[in-house]
C-alpha cells in the first residue's frame, strides 16, 4: 500500500505543536472543502486532510506514527513493522467498532479500528480511565510463564505545544497458556481518579516475537522440519525442537513434503491446549561434486519414477 505523508499533506513540519497544527487543519479544510472548493481534486485532498488530521491532533496517535520514521522509504509497497506499535500506551478504550468510514488502507493498516473513551463519574468522584498496550513476549513465555519487565512509553502534550513521552518500567508476570490476542491486567495501573475515585487499570494486548523455528495459530504451533530425501523415503527417527523441549519424532516412510505430523496436546498449554504440527519439508542434497552428480544419475536411470504423472499435459 502506499505510505502516507501526513505532515506533507498538512503542509507543517514534523515538529510543529498541536496548534499549529490545528491551525493548518481549518485552513486548508476550508479550502477543499467539496461545497466550496473549486480546487481540482478537492474532494480526495479533503479526504486526505481529515485523515492526517484524524492522527495528527492525537498525541497518542501521532507519537505512534513517528515511531514508522524511515522504515517506509525501503520498500515501495508500505509494510509497518509487525512491532511498530508495541511499548505505547494509550487511553481510553481497547480498540473496538470500525474504522472510521472513508479512511485509507494506510490508516486502517496503522489504527485498524477507533479507541473510544473509557470510565466513567458518580457524583464528585470519577473512576480513572483504562490504560491499554501492546507488548511482544517469547512465545516460550507462554508455555512455562514468566515475570518480565516491560517499558512503556505515554504520549503527552508540554504547556508550550509539543508532544513528548512520558516512559515507566513495570514488572508484568506472564501466565502460562497466555495466547495472541489475550489481555493482562494490571489493577490501578491506569489513569489516577479523581476525588475517591479509585485508578483505572492497565491492560497488555499480548503478541509473540517473531520465532525463527515456529508460528503460531490460535492455540496451535507449526514447525517446519527439514527432511533428507531417504529420511522421508525410509522413515527416520529425528529429534525435534519444541517449546517445550526437544523430543524424538518418528517420520513414516514414504513421507511426502508439506504432511502433517500431529503432536496433540504440545501446543500452547491451556485447560484444552493446542496441537504442534511438525510439517516436512524435503531439503535436496546439492550437486557439488562427482560423486553427487552419479548418484543422481544413477536415479535417474535405475529409480522409476514421474512426478508430474498426475499431470494433464497436451
Known amino acids: 500500500m502506499e505510505y502516507k505523508d501526513y505532515y506533507k499533506i498538512m503542509g507543517v513540519e514534523r515538529k510543529a505543536k498541536q496548534d499549529e497544527i490545528k491551525r493548518a ?6 479550502k477543499y472543502h467539496p461545497d466550496v472548493s473549486k480546487e481540482k481534486d478537492a474532494e480526495l485532498k479533503f479526504k486526505d486532510l481529515g485523515e492526517a488530521y484524524e492522527v495528527l491532533k492525537d498525541p497518542e496517535k501521532r507519537t505512534a506514527y513517528d515511531q514508522l520514521g524511515s522504515n517506509w522509504k525501503a520498500q515501495q509497497d508500505f509494510r509497518p513493522p509487525p512491532d511498530w506499535g508495541t511499548g505505547f500506551e494509550f487511553r481510553g478504550a481497547p480498540q473496538g467498532g470500525g474504522a472510521p468510514d472513508g479512511f485509507s488502507d494506510f490508516f486502517e493498516s496503522l489504527f485498524g479500528q477507533a479507541r473510544g473513551p473509557a470510565g466513567g463519574s458518580r457524583g464528585f468522584h470519577m473512576h480513572g480511565e483504562d490504560h491499554h498496550a ?3 513476549i517469547e512465545l516460550e513465555d507462554s508455555y512455562h510463564g514468566a515475570s518480565r ?16 513521552t512520558r516512559n515507566r518500567t513495570l514488572k508484568v508476570k506472564i501466565p502460562k497458556g497466555i495466547r495472541q490476542g489475550q489481555q493482562i491486567r494490571l489493577g490501578g495501573q491506569g489513569a489516577k481518579g479523581q476525588g475517591s475515585g479509585r485508578a483505572g487499570d492497565l491492560f497488555l494486548e499480548v503478541e509473540f516475537n517473531p520465532h525463527r523455528y515456529y508460528h503460531v495459530e490460535g492455540a496451535d504451533v507449526y514447525l517446519d522440519l527439514p527432511l533428507a530425501p531417504w529420511e522421508a523415503a525410509l522413515g527416520a527417527s529425528v529429534k525435534v525442537p519444541t517449546p517445550s523441549g526437544a523430543i524424538d519424532l518418528k517420520v513414516p516412510e514414504n513421507s511426502q513434503a508439506g504432511k502433517k505430523l500431529r503432536l496433540k496436546g504440545r501446543g500452547i498449554p491451556a485447560k484444552s491446549p493446542g496441537d504442534l504440527y511438525v510439517v516436512l519439508q524435503i531439503v535436496l542434497p546439492s550437486v557439488d561434486d562427482d560423486k553427487a552428480r552419479e548418484l543422481y544419475q544413477r536415479m535417474r536411470d535405475e529409480v522409476s519414477f514421474n512426478p508430474r504423472a498426475t499431470m494433464e499435459v497436451a
Do not use: W
Open 25 to 30: 487543519y481549518r485552513k486548508l479544510a476550508r
Open 134 to 136: 501492546k507488548i511482544l
Open 149 to 164: 519487565s516491560i517499558s512503556l512509553r505515554m504520549p503527552e502534550v508540554t504547556p508550550e505545544g509539543h508532544v513528548v
